[in-house]
């Protein structure tokens, strides 16, 4: 059983998050919901969902989670100007322990300073602050580089989650 951190903004893309959420406790791993402040509960980008932060980020320690997933949508960009979340991501990428982000969770990737010399996917509108930060993008479903893990949209949430859970556990 993997304990894996979901680091989620208020706005997440609703499947980003529930998709990945579900896949890894049916494979029996623990999930623990990390946003700005226990107890919030945030919304989904549309407002049909909405999820309970387990413990704030600033926390939680990345020592104690075997992987981070970071849903798409809203959140990561809202997530971006928490520096207690930044620096969470920062030291997550360093551990070489496995982070997935996916659609908008790079905008959290490039903001901890962790892209460079890398080859990611993202949604099309984030392609360009990825190759600013001095990221290599590409167009494809999946991208693994190193420890990351990288999808682009809803569309790619099989590959992304086939991916995260190869990596947890074979």
Do not use: Y
């Not at 509960?41 to 992987?67: C, M, W, Y």
Request: glycine share 8%; hydrophobic share 40%; with cysteine.
């Amino acid at each position: 059983m993997a304990h894996v951190a979901m680091l989620v903004g208020d706005g997440f893309e609703d499947s980003e998050f529930q998709v990945p959420f579900q896949t890894l406790r049916d494979a029996g791993d623990e999930v623990v919901v990390l946003g700005r402040e226990a107890g919030a509960l945030i919304h989904g980008k549309t407002q049909n969902s909405a999820v309970e932060i387990d413990r704030a980020v600033a926390d939680a320690d990345p020592d104690e989670f075997d992987a981070l997933v970071i849903p798409g949508g809203h959140g990561p960009d809202n997530l971006r100007t928490d520096a207690k979340a930044v620096e969470f991501t920062r030291r997550f990428v360093q551990s070489g322990k496995p982070v997935a982000a996916i659609c908008h969770g790079p905008q959290l990737l490039i903001e901890a300073g962790v892209v460079k010399g890398q080859i990611l996917t993202s949604w099309p509108s984030v392609r360009t602050d990825l190759e600013n930060a001095g990221a290599r993008w590409v167009d494809e479903p999946l991208v693994e580089d190193d420890n990351l893990i990288t999808s682009r949209k809803p569309d790619d949430l099989d590959d992304f989650c086939e991916a995260l859970l190869k990596r947890l556990h074979d």
